[in-house]
């Protein structure tokens, strides 16, 4: 088949989160299935051309008066699949990030990029003779290009059909009314069958309404979106729309994370050779400046948002730290939680080191480095870095939901035990849970056998690829 993905960012060229890695991973595990796939996306001043050659594809000219669009086409470094990258200067060549300006606030034209991205799926889509390829699939990724399907239907295209997934349902792509007008869609989809939401209009909304399948990236996230509780809005639409959405669970890169390979750390290690682990610990310890120390080692990776939960580690961690543990953290993101882990760590020096950086490298030395894995989630559509984390025999202490719920065991009936999990988002059970981490790490032999569990999970994406490849072809067969 032929597969079109259209989408706003990917690992290894511009990357925020795990939307990155997904889009990274899936089209070379299509590839290697046969199946032909092609990634739109935008040419984002924070790309290093240098390593994607590029040449000048089709010019699209300017039919928004949002600025000249032209196509560079290229290729991923290491990949087979095709880049097609929107080359807009007036869109995308900006100073901050993908979404944001430099101060942490949206750029206030993303409606319009966005939609520029989704309209050029849609063109490309439609006439093939642009890049003289017509995929069967197009396959949109979050509210950045949840227009796809709404420019799609505008235009009464039946094909390609469109899967659209939602990586994280809490990122509306909403907007307000007074913008609808520049979308270049008719006023009848402004409407709550279509794009209206509370008052003004939501691109993820656009996805859901007019794709022919909708997927999240886990099963149980599939089901805890068509509740009130973790449904932002669209739960009834989402139960509305029950016989189209699917729950594939994403998978991992092992070539990037395999503790047996990572050049990224100090001495590699794998299920059968666990000592060296400790080697990393001894390595990071020393470059975070802790006491030395034979105590459990916590660590997070992670953005820092409301979505994490990580409020409550700030909560229940002091007890553990006067009983001996020490924590690293690696993230960054609201400046409320930025500023209160930064005065953690000023508390609890030797003990506690607090990085608010975005570093891909220094994750990796992190994961092989800790004993746990903190992951408080209040919601998670499916979390890698758990995943990540199973590989390198870090256990995961995880709140049950979303993908966390699918990817870690404790007490769970025939399933070994790999981690620790907890139920509400409350610190009672965060302590309760970091208790019992506490409590086992001491009893070396049973930790050692859940680390083998963990290590032996296998999450590739080998698995997942062969779930959208049965779903790209059902929904391909419909009339
Ligand atoms: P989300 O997409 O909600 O951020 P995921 O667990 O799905 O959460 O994916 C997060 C990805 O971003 C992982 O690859 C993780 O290693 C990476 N990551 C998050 N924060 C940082 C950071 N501060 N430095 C380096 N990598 C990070």
Known sequence: MKILFTASEVYPLIKTGGLA????????VLAEEGHEVRLLLPLYSGINVEEIHLNAGPVLGNPFGFGQMRLQ????????????????????????????QLDGSDYP??????????????????????????????HAHDWQTGLVPAYLKSWRQRVPKVVFTIHNLQYTGFFEAALYSELG?????????????????????????????ITTVSPTYTQEIQTEAYGCGFDGLLRSQQNKLTGILNGVDYDVWNPDTDPFIVANYNVHKLDDKQVNKHALRERC?????NGLLFGIVSRLTTQKGLDLVLEAMPQFIDQGAQMVLLGSGDKSLEEAFL?????????????????????????????????????????????????YGTLPIVR?????????????????????????????DLSEALSRALILYQDRESWRQIQQNAMRQDFTWEKAGKNYIQLYQSIANER
């Open 73 to 100: 086409v290229g290729h991923i470094p290491n990949s087979t699949v095709t880049l097609l990258l929107l080359d807009c200067p007036d869109l995308f060549s900006r100073d901050g990030g993908p979404y944001l």
């Open 289 to 293: 400046r802790l006491e030395p120390h």
């Open 185 to 213: 869609l008719g006023e009848d989809m402004y409407d709550p069958e279509g794009l209206e939401y509370y008052g003004g209009f939501s691109m993820l909304k656009a996805g859901i309404q007019y794709s022919d399948a």
């Open 21 to 28: 890695d997904v889009v990274g991973s899936l089209p070379n």
């Open 109 to 138: 034209d993303n409606h319009r990029r966005f939609a520029m991205l989704a309209w050029t799926g849609a063109v490309l889509s439609t006439y093939g003779n642009l890049i003289d390829w017509q995929p069967d699939i197009v």
């Open 400 to 428: 049950h939901t979303g993908g966390l719920a699918d990817s870690v065991w404790e007490n769970k009936e025939n399933l070994p035990q790999t981690g620790f999990v907890f139920d509400q988002s409350v610190v009672e």
């Open 343 to 391: 005065q953690f760590g000023q508390q609890y020096a030797g003990q506690v080191s607090i990085y608010i950086d975005y570093d891909e490298v220094f994750a990796h030395l992190i994961q092989a480095g800790v004993d746990c894995l903190l992951i408080p989630s209040r919601f998670e559509p499916c979390g890698l870095t758990q995943l990540f984390a199973l590989k």
